[in-house]
């Protein structure tokens, strides 16, 4: 089966910059949509951003101008580049994937922002 891990998470300062890695191993193939949640503490699980092997992106008014999604598809690798990050982004970020009718999820990735 599809198998997803994270990675790249750590503290950082408000305003600085992280990007976070999402590795596709295992049986790839017909991937459809992969992106991104997140869960802050105390908060439920909410959608970050998403992109088509197709190449289409959408994010969430919170994140969008600041983030950005892209797939290396020849490494079936995907990253969220964040920048200018605050306070309110700090949360356990999760990478998915959607072949065909399943939903595949990674293990999560700690994203600190803090002084």
């Known amino acids: 089966q599809l198998q997803l891990v994270e990675s790249g998470g750590g503290l950082v300062q408000p305003g600085g910059s992280l990007r976070l890695s999402c590795a596709a191993s295992?049986?790839?193939?017909?991937?459809?949509?992969m992106g991104w949640y997140r869960q802050a503490p105390g908060k439920e699980r909410e959608w970050v951003a998403v992109?088509?092997?197709?190449?289409?992106?959408n994010y969430a008014s919170s994140v969008k101008g600041r983030f950005t999604i892209s797939r290396d598809n020849a490494k079936n690798t995907m990253y969220l580049q964040m920048n200018s990050l605050k306070p309110e982004d700090m949360a356990v970020y999760y990478c998915?994937?959607?072949?065909?009718?399943?939903?595949?999820w990674g293990q999560g990735t700690q994203v600190t922002v803090s002084t």
């Open positions: 998915y994937a959607l072949q065909g009718a399943v939903k595949y």
């Open positions: 295992g049986s790839i193939s017909s991937l459809n949509g």
């Open positions: 992109a088509t092997s197709s190449g289409l992106k």
